[in-house]
């Protein structure tokens, strides 16, 4: 039997007899996180069915928005945890966001995806805007039920 063959054995038979002792094994040092990754804080304000002269006034609320990378996605897509306390539109979704062109702020987001609308349907929502590394000011649209509509901007910050 040839050294290496004899060595990666005893190596192997090492590593086997040692599996159960209960020790931790090492690990290795997890590779960069994105700018975007984690939790952000804002405001979200809404206009619902913008341009209609009966339409309500603007609504304002509090948002948090978490982002988690997608695996191998070279950190330019996330999965958007929303979490909306704007009267008009409370809500608790999950939401898809892309950043282009590369994963490094300054960076242009655009997030689309659907909720449960306190209104009793399901409402499809986007935004689109900027990312900075510790700032997002990006518009907010979408349509709820009834055939409302609502615009809106949506500012959020790290931390």
Sequence with gaps: MSRTIRNSCLALSVALTCAGCGGTAPTSPSGPQSFL???WHGTMTVQVNPGDPDAPPPTSGATTW?????PETNQQTFRATIRSENPWLTMNTIG????????TPPAQISTQGDYSSPRGCRGTFGSFGMAEATRIDADFSGTDCNHSTFSGRV???KG
């Design 96 to 103: 898809t966001t892309a950043i282009i062109p590369g994963n």
């Design 37 to 39: 990754a984690g939790t």
């Design 155 to 157: 500012v959020l910050t």
């Design 66 to 70: 978490t982002f988690e990378v997608v």
